[in-house]
C-alpha cells in the first residue's frame, strides 16, 4: 500500500470509499502523481554512488584510492588511481543519469497531460497529476486513461466502451466495458454515488466493488466497469469515469517492478579470477613486505634514508601496505569501462543487422532487432537450451478455419494427408440451408458465441481465434452484423435475426470456455451457446455415447495435423429457469471481496450443464516460414530445445514432427501422472533405460515410419481426454513410447501440465536428469508459471536441482547455472522471459509485452539463426579477448614493478612515474576497444558451420587456463623487457653524455610495451578493417606527442628526458629487436599450429564462404524503405563490413 493510504486508509481488511466531490476522500488518498524515474536532483550522487559502491570490484578500488592518500605507504601519487577512478565512476554516473533522464520527461509527458475533470459543477482541464480520489474525470475517443477510472458514462447509448490493454497484457484486440447494469445517470455533474472497494492490489481482472446511491440502492461492480490507467480509449467517443485508484496506487502501479538484474556469464567468471588476482596480489605484497623488512634489518640496516622511523611494528606494517598498492594495478579498472563500451557497441550492431530486419511488421517502418539489454550479448554465445512458445512463435498467430466435425462427420478438405473429406463446410450445394439443422445451428454458434465487436465495420476481436470463426460462418451464409451492450444481430442467409443479450459468461484461463445467453426476439426462447476446450465442454455434454466417441476420434484427426480445436454446445433455457438462475447470480455478484468469483462460478455452473453437441471447429496456425531449418541448425550447434505450449496433447506433438523438434530417427517418450507411486515409478524405469542406451521397451509402443502419421486409437473418448489433456483416467498413457525410425538417435520427451507440476513439486532432480538425456522436450497443457518453473529447472545445474527450489522458490544466488534462453510473444510468456539467462521477444499479433520485457526483440523466429550463431559466437569471442587482455595488460606493469624492487633492496618505490602510470589503462589503451570489430570467421561461415558454436558454448574463450595464459604472459614479457632494459642500458651513457638512469630506463621500457601492445592485438586478430587498422596504428604516434608534449614542460621533473632518450638510434634498434623478440617465436608457433594442427575455426576459415543465406538480395535492399529511421540508413557498407 501507499504511503498515503497506510496514513488515512485504514488497515488491510478495511475498504475504501469513494465519493466524488468529497474533500476527505480527495485529500487522504495520494495525487495521481507518476514517477518511474530512479533518482531526483538531490538524490543522484548520494544514490548512484551507494549503488555503484555496492559491487565489490569498485570497493576494492575505493580501499585503493583511500590507502593511496597516506603518504607514507602511497609508492606513487594518489592522483594515479583517483583520476582513473574517478572517471570510471562518472562515465556510469553519466550513463545512468542519462537513461533516468528519459524516464523523467516520460514521467514529465505523462504528469502534464491535460484531462477534464468536473470541479464544483463546472467542466476545467487540469494537468493528470493534479487528479484526485473522487474526481469525475472526462476521457475521448484516443486518449490513454489518467488513473483507474470507474466507468459512469459513455457515449454509446448502451453504455458500451472500449479499451486497448496492449499496455498492460500485450494485446492489442479491444476489450469491451459496461456501465453498471440497470444505472442510469443523466447528470454526471450531480451524481453523488458512492463506490465501496478494496485496497490496491496487482490484480488487473478483479474488481470485487459496489456501488451505494443515496437513495440506499446498491449495484454490483465488478471489472467490467473498470478502465485502467495506461489503457486507450478506442470505439467510444467520450467517457466519464469517477477516478478510484491514482498514481502508484492504480493496478499499473501496483504491478510495476524492476526487471530482474542479469549478470552476463563473461562478468561472473572475471568477478571470480578477480578474486584469484587479488589473492595473488596479497601473497605478493606480504612477500615482498617480509623481504623488505628483513633486507632493512640486515644489508640495509645503515641506509638511513630507507628507515621510516617510529616502532618496528610500524615499519613491519608499511612495507608491505606499500606493495599491496604498487601492485593495485593488477586488477585494471578501465577493463569494466572499455568492456561496457564494446557491448553498447555490439547491440547497435543488431539492431543494424538488415537479416534480422522485418518489413512486413510495422509496415512500412518494418521491424528491426533491437538490444534492450547491452549486458547479455555474450551469453548469445553461450545458450545450451532454448525454450519456446509455440503459438505466434513458432507459427505466425494467423487463424484459419480449416475444418470442423458436424453431424458425425468431417467437414473441411485438403489439409495434407491427414483427411481429406469431400464436404466442405464452405460449399452450400452440400447443404440444403433452410433444412439442414445441424449445420444452421453450428453456423449461428460461430456467429453469436463470441466477444467480437465492429469498428467502422472491421471486426474487432480479443483473440485471432474468435476472428477467424465469425469470418467462418460469415463463409457459411451466416454473418455477425451489430452488436450493443444488450443485442447481438446476424444475418442469416438473407434473413436478419435479433437477439438480446441476458448474460455472457466471459473465458478466462481458468475456465477455458465462454457462453452467451440469449434470447431471440421473434420466439422468445431463451438458449445457452458455449464454447471451448474439449476438456471443459465434454464434460458438460448432455449423454455420451456414439456422437462423443465419434467427436474423440474427429479431434485427434485434427491434433494430429496441428490444428487448434473448440468444441462447441447448446442448450435451451425456460423462462422459469432463467429468472431463478438470475436471481441467484445476482445475489452472487453481491458478494464483496475475493470470493465473489468462486461463487459466481457456482452459479454458472447450474447453467451450463447438459449441453447438446453442436460440433467442433479446427482453426490452423501455420508454421513461420524457415522454423524447421532454424531448429534443425541450432541443434546441430549444439542447443537443445523444449517447446511449452498450452496446446493439447496431439496438436503439440504434430507441431514438434512439423517443426523438427521430433525427426526421424528419435524415440518418442510421453510421460502422465496417475499417482505419484507410478510416476516415480516411471521416472526411474525411464533413467534406467535411457542412461543405459537402450531403447526403453515398456508401456504401450507404436511403431512409425517419418513422413507418416497416426496415433493410437482410443477405445473411447475419455481415454482421448486422457492423452489430450491429462484428466480422467490415465492408465491407456501412463508411459507411452513412440520410435520415429528404425534407428535410434535419441529420445524426445512428451509431458502435460498436470505431470509437470507434480515433477516440479516432487521429482525435480529426476525429470531434470531425465531431460538431460533428451534430446527435446515438448510440455503440453502448461500454465504461464510453470513455464517459469520449467525455464528455472532449465538453468539450474544438475547438482543445485534440489537446492534451488526450482517451482517453488528463487534460485540460490553463489551457484553456477547452465545458460537458457526463452523466447516468445505473448504476455503470457513474459514470466519465462525473465527468468531465462537471455530472454528473447518476438514481435507479434499477440502484443507488445513480451518484446517489451525481453532482453532481445525480434520480429521471426528465423531471425535467432544470425543472433546466436553470428552475433552470439562474436560477442562472446570478443568480450573474452578484451577482458583477459585488460589483465594481461595491467600485469605487463604491475610484474615490473614487483621485480623492479629486486634492484631496489625490496623498498616499495615505484619504477614508473605517476603520469604515464595514469595513463596505461586510460589514453594509451587504444587498441584495446578496437578489437570489438574484429570477426573470428565470416558470418556467412558462422551461419553454414553451426558446429562451430559448441566452441564457444563449452567457454574455450574464457576459462581458468586462458586466463592464467594471459596473466603468465604478461609476466613473462614484463619480466624480460625490465631485465634487459636493465642490462643493456642501467650503466650506459647516452648520446649527449648523459646517464641513462631511472627515468630513461623507465621510458625505453615503457616505450617497449606500448610497440607490445599493436603488436598482440594484430597477432591476436582474426580480421581487419580500416577502422581497426586506424585505431591500432594511430597508438604509437599518438604515444610519441604525448610523452614529447609532457617532457616539454619546463618544471616537471620529466622535463627534456623523452626527447633525450627517442632521439638515440640504439633506443629505436632496442625496441625493434625486442619486440621481434617477444613475436617472432610467438608467430612461428601459431603458423605451425594453423597449418599443421589447425583448430575447428582455423580449419573452416581455409574453406570458401558460403553467401549468408539470410542475407537479402539487392533486390530485396531495393524493396525495403531507407528513410532515416530505416535500419538501411544507419550505416553505408554491408553488413558484413558492419
Not at 25 to 50: D, E, G, M, R
Not at 320 to 343: A, E, G, N, Q, W
Not at 486 to 506: P, S
Not at 518 to 532: C, D, N
Amino acid at each position: 500500500y501507499s504511503f498515503c493510504t497506510l496514513l488515512g486508509g485504514g488497515g488491510p481488511m478495511s475498504e475504501r470509499r469513494v465519493t466524488p466531490g468529497d474533500a476527505d476522500c480527495a485529500h487522504k488518498y495520494q495525487t495521481n502523481l507518476v514517477v518511474n524515474s530512479k533518482y531526483t536532483l538531490w538524490s543522484f550522487i548520494p544514490l548512484n554512488i551507494y549503488e555503484q559502491f555496492g559491487r565489490p570490484l569498485n570497493l576494492y578500488f575505493l580501499l585503493i584510492a583511500m590507502l593511496q592518500l597516506i603518504s607514507i605507504i602511497a609508492p606513487v601519487n594518489p592522483l594515479s588511481t583517483i583520476i582513473p577512478l574517478v572517471f570510471a565512476f562518472s562515465l556510469t554516473a553519466i550513463k545512468e543519469g542519462l537513461d533516468d533522464r528519459e524516464r523523467h520527461r516520460e514521467d514529465a509527458k505523462f504528469n502534464s497531460r491535460k484531462y477534464e475533470v468536473i470541479h464544483e459543477g463546472v467542466l476545467r482541464p487540469i494537468e493528470s497529476q493534479e487528479i484526485r480520489v473522487g474526481d469525475i474525470v472526462k476521457v475521448r475517443k484516443g486518449d490513454e486513461i489518467p488513473c483507474d477510472l470507474f466507468l459512469l458514462k459513455s457515449s454509446d447509448e448502451d453504455g458500451l466502451a472500449y479499451i486497448r490493454t496492449d499496455n498492460l497484457d500485450g494485446e492489442i484486440d479491444l476489450k469491451p466495458r459496461n456501465c453498471v447494469e440497470g444505472l442510469v445517470v443523466d447528470n454526471v455533474f450531480a451524481f453523488r454515488g458512492t463506490i465501496v472497494c478494496g485496497h490496491p492490489d496487482q490484480k488487473l481482472y478483479t474488481f470485487n466493488s459496489r456501488l451505494e446511491m443515496p437513495d440506499g440502492s446498491s449495484h454490483t461492480v465488478s471489472s467490467m466497469q473498470l478502465l485502467l490507467q495506461s489503457c486507450f480509449l478506442q470505439n467510444t467517443d467520450w467517457v466519464y469515469g469517477v477516478a478510484v485508484y491514482t498514481g502508484s496506487d492504480t493496478k499499473c502501479g501496483q504491478n510495476k517492478q524492476d526487471p530482474p538484474i542479469k549478470w552476463a556469464g563473461v562478468d561472473r567468471q572475471v568477478s571470480h579470477y578477480a578474486i584469484f588476482v587479488f589473492i595473488f596480489q596479497l601473497t605478493i605484497a606480504f612477500s615482498m613486505g617480509i623481504a623488505g623488512n628483513v633486507v632493512l634489518d640486515t644489508k640495509a640496516k645503515d641506509a638511513w634514508y630507507l628507515h621510516l622511523g617510529g616502532t618496528k611494528a610500524y615499519e613491519y606494517l608499511v612495507i608491505p601496505m606499500r606493495f599491496f598498492l604498487l601492485t593495485s594495478v593488477m586488477i585494471p579498472i578501465s577493463f569494466k569501462v572499455i568492456i561496457d563500451v564494446s557491448k553498447y557497441y555490439i547491440s547497435l550492431v543488431i539492431g543494424w543487422d538488415i537479416t534480422m530486419f522485418d518489413p512486413d511488421i510495422d509496415a512500412p517502418k518494418g521491424s528491426p532487432a533491437k538490444a534492450n539489454s547491452t549486458a547479455l550479448a555474450e551469453d548469445l554465445g553461450q545458450i545450451k537450451c532454448i525454450l519456446t512458445d509455440k503459438t505466434g512463435t513458432l507459427t505466425d498467430n494467423i487463424m484459419e478455419f480449416k475444418a470442423c466435425s458436424l453431424n458425425g462427420e468431417i467437414c473441411g478438405g485438403g489439409h495434407g494427408t491427414v483427411f481429406n473429406p469431400s464436404i466442405s463446410p464452405f460449399d452450400m450445394g452440400g447443404f440444403d440451408s433452410r433444412k439442414d439443422a445441424p449445420f444452421m445451428l453450428f453456423a449461428k454458434v460461430l456467429a453469436l458465441c463470441h466477444s467480437v465487436a465492429l469498428e467502422d465495420g472491421e471486426l474487432a476481436a480479443s483473440s485471432p481465434d474468435e476472428e477467424a470463426l465469425v469470418k467462418a460462418a460469415a463463409r457459411m451464409r451466416v454473418r455477425f452484423t451489430a452488436r450493443t451492450k444488450n443485442v447481438i444481430t446476424i444475418d442469416n442467409d438473407g434473413a436478419e435475426e435479433t437477439y438480446d443479450i441476458l448474460h455472457t459468461m466471459e473465458f478466462n484461463s481458468d475456465r477455458k470456455m465462454m457462453s452467451l445467453l440469449l434470447r431471440q426476439q421473434m420466439t422468445g426462447q431463451i438458449i445457452l451457446l458455449s464454447k471451448g476446450a474439449d476438456d471443459k465442454l465434454i464434460a458438460r455434454m448432455e449423454g455420451g455415447g456414439e456422437a462423443i466417441t465419434l467427436l474423440g476420434k474427429h479431434l485427434s484427426t485434427f491434433a494430429s495435423a496441428g490444428l487448434r480445436t473448440l468444441v462447441l454446445g447448446h442448450r435451451t433455457v425456460a423462462e422459469d429457469v432463467y429468472e431463478k438462475w438470475a436471481a441467484r447470480l445476482d445475489t452472487a455478484q453481491k458478494v464483496t471481496g475475493d470470493k465473489r468469483d468462486e461463487e459466481v462460478q457456482k452459479v454458472y455452473d447450474t447453467l451450463e450443464f447438459g449441453l447438446k453437441l453442436v460440433g467442433a471447429t479446427a482453426i490452423e496456425d501455420k508454421l513461420q516460414d524457415g522454423v524447421p531449418e532454424t531448429i534443425s541448425k541450432l541443434r546441430e550447434a549444439g542447443i537443445n530445445f523444449w517447446m511449452l505450449t498450452g496446446d493439447k496433447f496431439e496438436t503439440a506433438k504434430q507441431i514438434s514432427r512439423s517443426c523438427g523438434l521430433w525427426t526421424a530417427g528419435e524415440t518418442l517418450v510421453t510421460l502422465t501422472y496417475e499417482s505419484d507411486t507410478q510416476l516415480q515409478t516411471d521416472l526411474k524405469k525411464l533413467l534406467d533405460k535411457v542412461q543405459a542406451g537402450d531403447s526403453p521397451g515398456f508401456g504401450s509402443t507404436v511403431n512409425e515410419q517419418y513422413g507418416t502419421f497416426s496415433v493410437t486409437n482410443p477405445t473411447s473418448y475419455e481415454d482421448t481426454l486422457t492423452q489430450d489433456s491429462g484428466v480422467g483416467s490415465t492408465s491407456s498413457r501412463k508411459l507411452e513410447v513412440v520410435a520415429g525410425g528404425d534407428s535410434d538417435e535419441g529420445y524426445v520427451l512428451i509431458v502435460e501440465g498436470k505431470t509437470v507440476e507434480h515433477l516440479l513439486e516432487k521429482f525435480v532432480k529426476p525429470f531434470k536428469t531425465l531431460c538431460l538425456s533428451m534430446n527435446s522436450v515438448i510440455c503440453c497443457r502448461v500454465t504461464p508459471s510453470q513455464k517459469a518453473g520449467l525455464t528455472r529447472m532449465a538453468k539450474t545445474d544438475l547438482e543445485h536441482v534440489e537446492d534451488a527450489g526450482c517451482f517453488t522458490r528463487p534460485l540460490v544466488r553463489g551457484h553456477t547455472y547452465t545458460k537458457v534462453l526463452s523466447v516468445g510473444d505473448g504476455g503470457n510468456d513474459v514470466a519465462m522471459i525473465q527468468e531465462a539467462t537471455v530472454g528473447v521477444g518476438i514481435v507479434g499479433k499477440e502484443g507488445r509485452q513480451a518484446s517489451r520485457a525481453a532482453d532481445y526483440s525480434i520480429a521471426r523466429f528465423r531471425f535467432l539463426q544470425p543472433l546466436l550463431l553470428v552475433h552470439g559466437q562474436y560477442s562472446y569471442q570478443r568480450s573474452c579477448y578484451i577482458v583477459q587482455y585488460c589483465f594481461y595488460k595491467s600485469m605487463l606493469l604491475a610484474i615490473i614493478q614487483i621485480m623492479y624492487n629486486n634492484y631496489a633492496l625490496y623498498s616499495g618505490v615505484s619504477y614508473w612515474n605517476s603520469l604515464l602510470l595514469t595513463t596505461w589503462n586510460s589514453l594509451f589503451a587504444v587498441p584495446v576497444p578496437f578489437y570489438v570489430f574484429d570477426k573470428i570467421l565470416p558470418r556467412g561461415k558462422l551461419l553454414a558451420n553451426p558446429s562451430l558454436y559448441k566452441q564457444s558454448q563449452k567457454g574455450a574463450a574464457l576459462s581458468g587456463w586462458t586466463f592464467l595464459r594471459f596473466i603468465a604472459t604478461g609476466a613473462l614479457q614484463g619480466i624480460l623487457c625490465l631485465v634487459l632494459t636493465l642490462v643493456v642500458f642501467g650503466d650506459s651513457i647516452s648520446k649527449d653524455a648523459q646517464p641513462m638512469d631511472f627515468q630513461p630506463c623507465f621510458t625505453i621500457t615503457y616505450t617497449v610495451l606500448v610497440m607490445i601492445q599493436v603488436w598482440v592485438v594484430i597477432l591476436d586478430s582474426h580480421s581487419m578493417t580500416a577502422i581497426n587498422l586506424f585505431g591500432i596504428f594511430s597508438m604509437p604516434p599518438f604515444y610519441l606527442a604525448f610523452i614529447a608534449a609532457y617532457a616539454a614542460i619546463p618544471f616537471l621533473e620529466y622535463y627534456g628526458v623523452a626527447g633525450r632518450v627517442l632521439s638515440d638510434p640504439a633506443v629505436w634498434l632496442f625496441v625493434i629487436l625486442l619486440t621481434l623478440l617477444f613475436f617472432v617465436p610467438i608467430y612461428a608457433y601459431r603458423a605451425w599450429n594453423e597449418n599443421f594442427r589447425p583448430n575447428s575455426f582455423q580449419a573452416t576459415r581455409r574453406r570458401k564462404a558460403p553467401r549468408d543465406p539470410l542475407m537479402p538480395s539487392p533486390h530485396d535492399f531495393n524493396n525495403l524503405e531507407t528513410s532515416p529511421s530505416s535500419p538501411l540508413a544507419r550505416h553505408d557498407s554491408p553488413v558484413e563490413d558492419a
